[in-house]
């Protein structure tokens, strides 16, 4: 066992919530902060495949939100007309008794994630930030941005791909960069056929179905936007419209119905990887603040999730601070470099319509590096 016995974490998004539950769950001590005065949830739904179902499951909490989701098996991916190409079955990897993968709304997750952090005990304050910290032998003492102050043994820094914990680290050294790329999501009611992740592609676009309740699931399309355009918000319909004005099938049926701009989700995607370890001295980077990459691979907060459980994990592994969080490192950055790599190169093929772009060998060879234990 580590002398951690009281952490601060600084961001309330998953990858902040699922470290606080890890932790508490190990009996150490949280404190959540979150800038947002009120908690909101950015984003339409999310894609949990299966190696982050298993880890949910790990973190006991997957049985409080499967009944507000949608479980399903594979993956399909079609060309742009809707004719199938592979369908590659899921994996159980959490064990027989549940499924695969897990499509569910991002704030019926948010809302599981937040309740059950706080049942276990964190103490959460939002509207609140770090101002600032000092780190010496004996702990942290730090600076809240309500003038109060509080002592930790660790500050995981949860705060996303603007992270101000990271900029407290590494200065301006990691500045995050748009790709060129953009995503659109929109929810529908969902289609009978729609009881797996389908995805559309071809040199002319993409567009992808993802099930997230018995009755509802989303699109959602990337673009190539390289101007890094921001769109007035009565356009979003009809530029959304226009984006996948090259699809068809099923895609092409729902297009006509995107047309309520205050539904349309528009992200332009923007990337960083701290390319050295995560943490110095008692202050770590998780997630987005560390490797926020495209969600070409779905893999986004599913990272962050790993994230939280490893950190855990490590904490009460044994060893001083440094060796846990160098142990964290030796776990995690090989395999969240992977994702982000290849996550990135995927937009920069759509981006040239690469024909010889093999999408099907890239989905299949993630999803058997992510089965491996992390």
């Known amino acids: ?30 404190d959540l902060v979150e800038i947002k005065s009120e908690w909101t949830v950015y984003g339409v739904g999310i894609i949990q495949q299966s190696n982050v179902v298993r880890e ?3 973190l006991g ?16 991916i079609y060309d742009l007309q809707g004719n199938p190409l592979v ?5 159980r990897l959490a064990g027989p008794q549940y499924p695969a993968n897990v499509g569910i709304s991002r704030l019926a997750l948010h809302q599981v994630l937040s309740e059950t952090a706080i049942e276990a005990g964190t ?5 609140t930030t770090v101002d600032s910290y000092r780190d010496d032998a004996t702990g942290l003492s730090v600076t809240f941005s309500d003038g109060s102050v509080g002592q930790y043994d660790l500050m995981v820094g949860a705060d996303g791909v603007y992270s101000k914990i990271r900029s407290m680290l590494f200065g301006e050294t990691y500045i995050p960069r748009f790709t060129g790329q953009a995503v659109w999501r929109y929810n529908f009611p969902r289609h009978p056929s729609i009881d797996h992740l389908a995805s559309f592609t071809g040199p002319g676009g993409n567009a992808g179905l993802v099930p997230l309740a018995d009755n509802l699931m989303y699109m959602f399309s990337t673009s190539h936007e390289p101007e890094n355009p921001r769109f007035a918000h ?48 008692r202050v770590l980077l998780v997630g987005d603040a560390a490797h926020a990459t495209t969600p070409h691979l779905g893999q986004g907060a599913g990272m962050a999730i790993e994230d939280a459980l490893v950190l855990a994990e490590e904490l009460v592994g044994g060893g001083s601070i440094q060796e846990c969080l ?20 995927a937009g920069e093929r759509e981006m040239a319509r690469d024909p010889d772009f093999d999408r099907i060998g890239l989905t299949k060879a993630m999803l058997k590096l992510t089965a491996e234990p992390i």
Do not use: H
């Open 61 to 76: 909490v997957l049985d409080r939100y499967l009944d507000a989701a949608y479980a399903f098996e594979d993956v399909g």
């Open 123 to 127: 103490a959460v304050r939002l509207g």
């Open 56 to 58: 949910m499951a790990r």
């Open 1 to 30: 066992m580590s002398d951690i016995k009281k952490v601060l974490v600084v961001g309330g998004g998953i990858g902040g919530l699922c470290a606080a539950v890890a932790l508490r769950r190990c009996g150490i001590a949280v």
């Open 234 to 281: 009565d356009v979003l319909a009809q530029t959304m419209r226009d984006r996948i004005g090259q699809v068809g099938g099923l895609v092409g049926e729902l297009r006509e119905q995107i047309t309520d701009n205050s539904l349309v989700v528009y992200k332009p995607m923007e990337v960083v990887f701290v390319n050295e370890p995560w943490f110095k001295g």
């Open 87 to 91: 369908r590659i079955p899921g994996q």
């Open 326 to 345: 160098q142990r964290f490192m030796t776990r995690r950055f090989e395999r969240c470099k992977y994702i982000s790599e290849n996550s990135i190169m």
